[in-house]
């Protein structure tokens, strides 16, 4: 067995359960208290809403939140975050609200200490929007969405900055990349008379309808404002063509039914998989989506709205977390979910004891992530003995409550012989509902299956499918196994150049395999 192959045959071996959504980061800048020009009424009201519109949709919004009132100094530094966190993502969206002003054909945006005296100084002292489309397309981003809710009047014209008309020019979009103005070119955007630009606020609630692409999206933003401004504004976007589709909110999640997948006498049943199960229990409140949810929620969990793409438990921000499930636990005492993602902040801060406790009272009113979160404990030795008997029984537990993840980590188990009888026929169920369920660690898992044939017929196009599915929900396990499969010549024809954009790919987000086969 090659290196590649012995690697990605140890990745199987890890933690199964583990899944990347598709990477998706977003810069978010709002400013409205100028120093030199009045105060602007809106744009941190509009960034707030945008920051927390993206976050609920999955987004990884830079410095956690909106970044408020930056002078020049604070503006370079974000956006030398946000390059940083570019590395590897699939979907680039920079938002700024505030003044932004147009000289020689070029357009900047201006940081709250800006006073320019003529065009020499808005080059130094503002942010040029051309720099921010360079630094977004090289990132290697498969889409780029640059949003300006900045057509303004120019509030420098009195003091010797120049501008044709008042707001900002035309734009070329790069390849990839998407530009929405709130306004047509070298015209000036309302401000609105709710707290918000008609274009944000539209924007922001455009974004979270379920099945709209990319164009479908800005053109019902497009109508929106058109219609509450009766006419007045018309938001203008310039697009180069884009591959593939993108949904911020997704399609609404499918329901597979598939059949009992649970040995008969060796646990409790297992359901059906699925990832949007019926409001059985109301007290789940799946309509109630809170910054709880945004800040703690676990990826894949059936308990929350699908919109909410989940968090892996090193990515959350632990005091800004924790002081949103508190405030979520207090309002909604009924709503279990909060403790189980209060759970998952004491996971991050290593408080095992704590989350064991807050654990244990998710799973006793039925919340099935909770189980599988116990049996995780178990499995690793958290806070807990390692106890692969106790792991086994708890990931039966989330897998009977319909937990596609509790299935992937039982058909680990089950595929190893920890705390189990090894059953890689149990083990090919249990990964084929979850892959049914649209869950990449089923498909990684049952990938590899197939791929060394273990416990089934070796078939490197079904390994290749599997993998391409989990590829296509940002994945990087299947990303780095798809490599493995270019790199030998398995099913496909040798080519070390793909095997290695693969391997780059999902080394960039985080693959410590992929890191080790780009050696």
């Known amino acids: 067995m090659s290196r590649l192959l012995f690697a990605a045959f140890l990745m199987c071996t890890a933690m199964g359960s583990a899944a990347h959504a598709e990477k998706r980061v977003a810069l978010v800048i709002g400013n409205s208290a100028y120093k030199a020009v009045p105060v602007l009424p809106n744009p941190t009201a509009d960034a707030k809403l945008m920051s927390d519109t993206l976050l609920s949709l999955g987004f990884f919004v830079v410095g956690g939140g909106a970044e408020l009132d930056l002078d020049k100094a604070g503006f370079d530094k974000a956006l030398q975050d946000f390059g940083h966190e570019l590395a590897g993502a699939d979907v680039a969206l920079f938002y700024y609200a505030g003044h932004g002003v147009e000289t020689h054909g070029l357009n900047y945006l201006v940081p709250v200490d800006a006073h320019p005296l003529d065009e020499g100084d808005v080059f130094a002292q503002a942010v040029g929007t051309s720099g921010i489309l360079d630094q977004m397309e090289k990132s290697g981003a498969r889409i780029n969405l640059v949003l300006l809710d900045a057509c303004r009047d120019n509030p420098f014209r009195g003091i010797g900055v120049r501008s044709k008309t008042g707001g900002l020019a035309q734009m070329q979009a790069p390849p990839g990349t998407l530009i929405s103005f709130a306004t047509q070119p070298r015209s000036v955007s309302l401000d609105g008379v709710d707290g918000h630009s008609p274009y944000t606020r539209a924007l922001a609630a455009t974004m979270q309808q379920p099945g709209y692409g990319l164009f479908r999206t800005f053109n019902e933003v497009g109508l929106a404002v058109q219609k ?36 008969a006498g060796t646990s409790p049943p297992i359901v059906e998989a699925r990832l949007s199960p019926p409001d059985d229990n109301p007290s789940l409140r799946r309509d109630l989506i809170t910054d709880c949810d945004r800040l703690a929620g676990m990826p894949y969990d059936t308990g929350h709205a ?7 438990v090193d990515k959350i921000d632990i005091p800004a977390a924790t002081k949103a499930c508190n405030d979520a636990i207090a309002q909604y005492p009924d709503v279990i979910r909060f403790t189980f993602e209060a759970g998952r902040i004491a996971t991050a801060r290593k408080d095992f004891a704590e ?3 807050l654990y244990q009272q998710a799973a006793d009113a039925g919340y099935g992530m909770a189980m599988n979160n116990i049996g995780a404990l178990y499995e690793a030795g958290s806070g807990v003995p390692r106890n692969y008997d106790e792991s086994a029984r708890w990931y039966a537990k989330g897998a009977a409550a319909g937990e596609p993840i509790a299935m992937v980590d039982l058909g680990w188990q089950y595929e190893h012989g920890h705390g189990v009888r090894k059953d890689l026929e149990e083990a090919r169920r249990l990964y084929q509902a979850a892959v049914d369920a649209g869950v990449p660690a089923g498909m990684n898992n049952l990938g590899l299956m197939y791929m060394y044939g273990s416990g089934v017929a070796r078939d490197y196009a079904r390994a290749r499918q599997l993998f391409e599915q989990g590829i296509a929900l940002g994945d990087a396990s299947n990303m780095n196994d798809l490599g493995v499969l270019y790199s030998a010549g398995r099913g496909v024809p040798r080519d070390a150049r793909i095997a290695r954009q693969w391997f780059e790919k999902a080394a960039a987000l985080g693959n410590p395999e992929a890191r080790q086969n780009l050696k």
């Open 228 to 263: 509450s401004t009766g006419g007045s504004q018309l938001p203008w976007v310039s697009s180069s063509p884009i591959s593939g589709s993108f949904y911020f909110a997704g399609k609404p999640a499918p329901i597979a039914n598939s059949q009992p997948v649970g040995p």
């Open 306 to 312: 699908p919109s909410i793409a989940g968090l892996e």
């Open 355 to 357: 989350a064991r406790r």
